[in-house]
């Protein structure tokens, strides 16, 4: 406390006469004072999110309302685009498509990423060099991860027919199969998002101490009880996390490699709702209804990780 | 008789451990395995994994085809970008943990909202801003919106902050030292992890960002690396040899490993830390 005055009164005076006016209470002068730095600190941030962030959203909602395509001036539709959404039955198809590229990709990622994180969480002499091949993946971009694996991908001549051939499978031409098309997006996603999600499994599992574990097997707990009784509760929050962070990953994945390996082929089987709305953007330059089609995005979005968060709250 | 069987079973952890990581890591692996195959080598089959004679000229050849100039592009994109973001988190991170402000909180909030809004969301309005501003295929515009988006590094740093002793602060402002000054000479070096975990994070996802380059920098003199990359899986392949593409792919993948590497603390603080909103 006498720190406090002791500083006040040293920046009273070292403010000299002329700042003396107002500081009559020198709180008072200190606290505006404080209030400019803030002010200054965070008035670029800001200026450029409301720019480029608070204004494309609020512009978004009211794109959504007109009909545009660039040249002249945007026609106000009222719910016209909503209702043109409702009767496009490539809408309910792109959400489907959207749901099972996360239900396919999500679900693996995070059962392997508890797996995978249980199995390397044990200390020996290269552990971390070890580790490194599990995290490695993470740095890989969409677009190069894309090229790599279109050509594991290469039907009849690629790594993964080859070792199919070997057990006697003759593999589909994978990203141009429907059947396989959505599956083997999932499969480059998961490679890409697996890392995360064992960083973040085995931060939680390294929480548990290794006693626990051994007094359980001592008493003859078998693995499953052990990952009942031991290993789930100390993750289970941590998993919603994982869950999370992975949606993220898959959203921008659902466009990035849609985008350079399928194009949302074949047949529109990977037409997801990303790529539907940059598709509608940019191809049909109906920005009118792209904007309101991310809207719906928007709303989905928060729908899933509202229910995320109850269950996070629940989980508690 | 016991410790025999805890043994065996160690040893075989650690062999299925050791297995199944290089299987994770074998596409990258394979990657620049081929980057120095020829092409007869890479495209036969059976498929070949070891290089029978290593030709570092793909390397060349892939840069003339990434025309060197999308791979100066990406470095000047993450570096101004990140660069440009860093200061402008820190510094309003700061204020939002030390400084005493009525609408802080209210602040705290407008930049949390980011972080559920996704980016096909504000795709096609911000490009009519960046429009707007006459800053389509100019570095600008290629930056400042993505420099814009502070809302994650922000809430790092406020959170890193508030962590940190006030007294510290308190001590630099009794000695006279002015709110900018606190921040450069206390609270940066003493946020270093935080920075280190930020940076990691944003290199990584500022040199591998394609959708927004996508839609803003078509011209060759602005276009990214990623931009060049991509048309190389599909039916353009053709216009080169596969093991140029391959060159080409681990050209742009490289770095990013070796600053993985370098600094896998920050990385690893950083991947966990994207989740922790």
Not at chain 2, 115 to 143: A, E, M, R
Request: one cysteine or more; charged letters at 10%.
């Amino acid at each position: 406390m006498t720190v406090a005055i002791r500083a006040k009164a040293r920046k009273r005076n070292a403010a000299g006469p002329g700042d003396g006016a107002g500081s009559s209470k020198a709180g008072a002068s200190w606290a505006s004072r404080d209030r400019l730095a803030a002010a200054g600190f965070l008035a670029p941030n800001l200026i450029l999110y409301t720019i480029f962030i608070v204004i494309p959203i609020v512009l978004a909602l009211a794109l959504s309302f007109t009909s545009w395509n660039l040249v002249g001036a945007p026609q106000w539709i009222g719910l016209g685009n909503y209702r043109e959404m409702i009767d496009d039955p490539a809408m309910p198809q792109a959400i489907e498509t959207t749901m099972l590229f996360l239900l396919f990709g999500v679900i693996p990622t995070v059962i392997l990423g508890l797996l995978l994180a249980m199995l390397v969480n044990v200390r020996f002499r290269f552990v971390g060099v070890v580790r490194t091949l599990y995290f490695v993946p993470a740095v890989v971009s969409f677009a190069a991860s894309a090229i790599l694996w279109q050509w594991i991908y290469r039907p009849g001549q690629g790594i993964l027919d080859f070792l199919l051939a070997k057990v006697g499978i003759n593999g589909p031409a994978w990203l141009s199969n429907t059947h396989t098309a959505l599956i083997s997006l999932d499969i480059i996603s998961i490679w890409l998002s697996l890392p995360t999600a064992i960083l973040l499994y085995l931060a939680a599992l390294q929480r548990i101490p290794p006693q626990v574990i051994e007094a359980a097997m001592l008493d003859g707990a078998g693995a499953f009880s052990r990952l009942r009784n031991i290993i789930w509760p100390g993750v289970r929050n941590m998993t919603i996390l994982v869950v999370i962070v992975t949606i993220l990953a898959f959203t921008n994945s659902s466009f990035d490699l849609v985008n350079i390996l399928t194009q949302g082929g074949p047949i529109n089987v990977t037409t997801t709702l990303i790529y539907y709305i940059y598709y509608a953007a940019f191809n049909n330059v109906q920005l009118g209804y792209a904007a309101a089609l991310s809207i719906l995005q928007l709303a989905l979005f928060a729908v899933i990780l509202g229910l995320l968060a109850a269950a996070r709250r629940f989980a508690r | 008789m016991i410790r025999l069987r805890a043994r065996v079973r160690r040893t075989i952890r650690i062999t299925a451990i050791t297995i199944i990581g290089l299987i994770l890591a074998f596409p990258l692996i394979y990657l620049v395995l081929g980057s120095v195959m020829t092409s007869a080598q890479l495209t036969s089959f059976p498929p070949q994994f070891i290089p029978t004679s290593f030709h570092l000229g793909n390397y060349s050849l892939a840069w003339d085809y990434m025309r060197g100039r999308s791979v100066l592009n990406s470095v000047i994109f993450t570096v101004a970008t990140v660069g440009l973001q860093w200061a402008l988190c820190i510094s309003a991170g700061f204020a939002l943990a030390k400084l005493r402000f009525r609408s802080s909180n209210k602040v705290t909030a407008l930049l949390g909202v980011s972080l559920f809004v996704p980016i096909i969301t504000t795709l096609v309005p911000t490009f009519i801003v960046t429009d707007k501003f006459h800053l389509v295929n100019t570095y600008p515009g290629l930056i400042l919106p993505i420099v814009a988006q502070t809302g994650f590094g922000t809430l790092l740093f406020r959170q890193y902050i508030t962590g940190l002793p006030t007294e510290l602060v308190d001590a630099a402002r009794v000695d006279g030292t002015s709110w900018l000054g606190i921040l450069r000479r206390v609270i940066i070096p003493l946020a270093t992890p935080a920075t280190g975990a930020y940076v990691a994070i944003s290199v990584l996802t500022a040199w591998n960002m394609y959708l927004w380059p996508l839609v803003v920098a078509t011209t060759p003199n602005v276009q990214v690396m990623t931009e060049t990359l991509a048309p190389l899986a599909s039916s353009e392949y053709g216009s080169i040899p596969e093991n140029v593409g391959f060159a080409a792919t681990a050209l742009t993948t490289l770095p990013m490993v070796v600053a993985f590497l370098l600094a896998q603390r920050a990385f690893v603080r950083g991947l966990a830390g994207s989740g922790v909103e």
